[in-house]
C-alpha cells in the first residue's frame, strides 16, 4: 500500500501562485481509513489501487461512477494536447481543460502529482474501472484484434462466453465484450477475461532472414540523419531540463526525506 507522502487533504496546498482548497467531504475522506473499507472485489494492493480505491468511495455516495469514468476519457485525450513533460512541469487544477473535470477527480490528480505519480493515470483507471464493474455485476472481456470489423471477433466473443461460463467466479455477472485494435496482430484475436486469457492471435513474420555470414560489416554505409520538425539541440535541452529536475528531486528527498 502506498504511504501518502504529500497529504493534499490539508486545508490549504499552495506553492507561489498556487492555491487549492479541497472540500470538506474529500479532506475527511483521504483522513479516514477508506483503503481498508469494503470493495466490491479484492485487487492487489498498490500505488494506482489506492487512488482507485479513494476515487471508488468519493463516487459511492451518489453512485457518480460514470461520471469519473468520463472524467479519466477526458484526461486521456487533453493529454495528447499538453506539452511534454506536463505530468511534472503544470498544475493540474490550472490546465483549462481539468477545470470541468468531477472535485474527487481533481484531488486525486492533484495528490499523485504532488507524489510524482501521474504517469499512473491509466492504471488508476484500470482499477477503478475493475471496481465498478464488479459494483455493477458486469464481467468485460477484452477482444484484441487487427480491425474492429475483423471476422474472427465473431470467434473471439465465443471464446469468452465458453470463459465466462466456466468461471463459477462470474455466476451471475453479466457478459459485456471491449474490442480493442492492435495492429501488431496480424491475424487471429486474443482474449482476457478478469485475468483469463487465450491468445490465438499471429504477429507479423520476418519476410527474409539474414545471416550475420552474409553481412559485409567494414562496408555499411552511414546513417542517414532526420531532420525533426523541432530547432536543432532542442530534444537535447528538453532532455537535460528533465534530468536536472529529476536530480533536484533526489537532493531534496536525500535532504528532507519523502
Given at each position: 500500500m502506498m504511504f501518502r507522502r504529500v497529504a493534499v487533504a490539508t486545508a490549504r496546498v499552495a506553492c507561489?501562485?498556487?492555491?487549492?482548497?479541497?472540500?470538506?467531504?474529500?479532506?475527511?475522506?483521504?483522513?479516514?481509513?477508506?483503503?481498508?473499507?469494503?470493495?466490491?472485489?479484492?485487487?492487489?494492493?498498490?500505488?494506482?489501487?489506492?487512488?482507485?480505491?479513494?476515487?471508488?468511495?468519493?463516487?459511492?455516495?451518489?453512485?457518480?461512477?460514470?461520471a469519473v469514468l468520463k472524467d479519466f476519457d477526458a484526461i486521456a485525450a487533453v493529454?495528447?494536447?499538453?506539452?511534454?513533460?506536463?505530468?511534472?512541469?503544470?498544475?493540474?487544477?490550472?490546465?483549462?481543460?481539468?477545470?470541468?473535470?468531477?472535485?474527487?477527480?481533481?484531488?486525486?490528480l492533484i495528490w499523485m502529482q504532488n507524489n510524482g505519480m501521474l504517469e499512473l493515470i491509466p492504471a488508476v483507471r484500470e482499477s477503478f474501472e475493475t471496481y465498478v464493474n464488479a459494483q455493477k455485476k458486469?464481467?468485460?472481456?477484452?477482444?484484441?484484434?487487427?480491425?474492429?470489423?475483423?471476422?474472427s471477433v465473431a470467434e473471439a466473443k465465443k471464446v469468452a462466453q465458453d470463459?465466462?461460463?466456466?468461471?463459477?467466479?462470474?455466476?451471475?455477472?453479466?457478459?459485456?465484450?471491449?474490442?480493442?485494435?492492435?495492429?501488431?496482430?496480424?491475424?487471429g484475436f486474443a482474449v482476457?477475461?478478469?485475468?483469463?486469457?487465450?491468445?490465438?492471435?499471429?504477429?507479423?513474420?520476418?519476410?527474409?532472414k539474414i545471416s550475420g555470414d552474409d553481412v559485409d560489416f567494414t562496408n555499411i554505409p552511414a546513417p542517414k540523419i532526420s531532420k525533426t520538425i523541432w530547432e536543432d539541440n532542442v530534444e537535447t535541452e528538453v532532455l537535460r531540463k528533465y534530468i536536472d529536475q529529476l536530480a533536484q528531486y533526489d537532493a531534496e528527498e536525500a535532504k528532507n526525506g519523502v
Open positions: 507561489a501562485a498556487r492555491m487549492y482548497t479541497p472540500s470538506e467531504d474529500l479532506k475527511k475522506l483521504y483522513g479516514s481509513n477508506f483503503e481498508n473499507a469494503t470493495f466490491p472485489l479484492n485487487i492487489v494492493p498498490s500505488d494506482s489501487t489506492l487512488f482507485a480505491k479513494f476515487l471508488y468511495k468519493a463516487a459511492e455516495p451518489k453512485s457518480a461512477f460514470d493529454s495528447t494536447k499538453l506539452p511534454v513533460f506536463w505530468e511534472r512541469n503544470a498544475d493540474v487544477e490550472n490546465i483549462a481543460e481539468f477545470k470541468a473535470l468531477a472535485p474527487a477527480t481533481v484531488f486525486t458486469k464481467a468485460v472481456a477484452k477482444i484484441y484484434v487487427n480491425d474492429l470489423k475483423d471476422a470463459l465466462h461460463k466456466g468461471n463459477s467466479d462470474l455466476n451471475g455477472y453479466t457478459l459485456e465484450f471491449k474490442i480493442i485494435v492492435d495492429k501488431e496482430i496480424v491475424s482476457d477475461l478478469v485475468g483469463q486469457y487465450v491468445n490465438q492471435a499471429k504477429g507479423a513474420e520476418a519476410s527474409a
